[in-house]
């Protein structure tokens, strides 16, 4: 079946340094791919998203990168804060139109002062 | 305006009770999507709305689960005779459009808890 994994459950890195999330995806049918970031107690936030037809993208601190030969996604988070911390999803629409999406299991990055 | 809403935030049902979730999505979206997130997981599609009519409902688990939104707006997620494997976060989530290429804004989530 689909799936959308991650690689690393908890990532920590210290305040001011970059964060990269990597996210393996299994559908190659898949043409649209999110990152979420949740916090404790909210819904998921949209932070970034790309196409199939492009390699990166780039957002207001954020880079989102996609490698279609090995199924790869990251989240590239620039000059880390500590507002930051939270839980990152990436996410898939897989092979439907209909846009519902399919989760990974998600990493917490925790950052240091 | 308004993001989208969920009432009630915290929901504690005794096993068997029936419960109802509601929904208010951004005004004027036409998509509305139902997931269900268990703890330290990430959310797992439930069903899809495009305006009134449920177009996919392959998420729900049992025919315990029933969603309507019967004027394309507010949208309710019923749970009968709730078991303890149905302890999750409820999320709520609605975009503009019907097509795949479209942000979908979520509520805070209704957190049930059955006992």
């Known amino acids: 079946g689909e799936s959308v994994g991650l690689h690393l459950p908890t990532l920590s890195v210290q305040e001011g340094d970059n964060s990269i999330i990597n996210c393996a995806y299994s559908?190659?049918?898949?043409?649209?791919f999110i990152w979420y970031k949740q916090e404790s107690g909210k819904g998921p936030q949209f932070i970034i998203d790309i196409r199939s037809n492009m390699d990166k993208r780039q957002g207001q601190r954020v880079t989102v990168l996609l490698n279609k030969t090995v199924k790869h996604l990251s989240l590239q988070i620039a000059a880390t804060q500590p507002g930051d911390s939270a839980v990152y999803f990436c996410a898939e629409t897989g092979s439907g139109n209909t846009g519902k999406l399919i989760f990974g299991q998600g990493t917490t990055l925790q950052v240091k002062p | 305006g308004a993001g989208v809403s969920q009432s009630p935030r915290y929901k504690v049902a005794k096993r068997g009770q029936d419960v109802a979730l509601r929904c208010d999505p951004i005004s004027g979206h036409v998509s509305l999507f139902w997931y269900q997130q268990a703890l330290g997981q990430g959310p797992e599609f439930l069903t899809y709305f495009q305006n009134e009519a449920q177009l996919d409902k392959s998420g729900l688990p049992s025919d315990r689960f029933f969603a309507e939104r019967p004027e394309g707006s507010v949208s309710t997620l019923k749970i009968q005779r709730t078991q303890q494997e149905d302890s999750a976060v409820y999320l709520c989530?609605?975009?503009?459009?019907?097509?795949?290429?479209?942000?979908?804004?979520f509520g805070p989530g209704t957190r049930l808890t059955v006992l």
């Open positions: 989530a609605s975009s503009k459009r019907g097509r795949s290429y479209n942000e979908q804004f």
């Open positions: 559908n190659s049918a898949s043409d649209y």
